[in-house]
């Protein structure tokens, strides 16, 4: 008689929420509401409130210049959020395509040095960048973004890490995409990407060919 085994997974973690509020906000009030909603509904599992008028240290210690700010799993949130707001960061929490959601959302309000930070930090927050960067309908300012981290990161152990990842945007139907894909291929100055960009240097698209043939001329000096 045979025996069939079925691979289980661990359900994703319920999250927990850290409220940072101060008197005279106006929207502190509102949003500590939803989120305790959240918690008695057992989407959170946990929420710690702190006041930063009580505690102005750690308002200091996390970088917090103005309340309500929520920190809700890998999420750092300004300023008011619905319930649906919420919720929708909840949704988006654990995936690729949430964490390109959050930073789409950085980038458009010009955090741009803290998405160099979570990139630096490991290799599925580029990722979740190149995710990005695949997107139709992104606005200048995010495209922008998104090469600077990838610029800030030139050489790095941590771009070697994404050569195929970049390779499978460099597959993109869009020109745009992959003349993105053969600048960041460039970037990693890796050897790695040495058959992604001849590839690319055959590109129907004159601008991609000219990226990745100056990315080859690079690599052979």
Known sequence: MSSTHTTTHSPTPTPEALLLIGPGCPHCGALL????KLVKSGAIAQLNVINVAQRPEQA???GVRSVPWLRLGDFELEGAHSEGE?????ERLGSAQGK???FNDLLLSGK???VITMARSNADNLRALLLLAAA???????QLGISAVFEELHGSERLHEVVDDI???AENGDAKVRADAAHFLSLTQSELSIPYLQ???KDENAEVREIAEEALAEQVR
């Not at 509401?33 to 305790?36: F, T």
């Open 33 to 36: 509401e939803v989120l305790s």
């Open 60 to 62: 200091r210690q996390l």
């Open 86 to 90: 919420i919720k929708q960061w909840l």
């Open 100 to 102: 390109s959601a959050y």
């Open 112 to 114: 741009l040095e803290k």
């Open 136 to 142: 139709s309908e992104l606005s200048m300012k995010v």
């Open 167 to 169: 390779g499978v945007l």
């Open 199 to 201: 590839k690319l240097a």
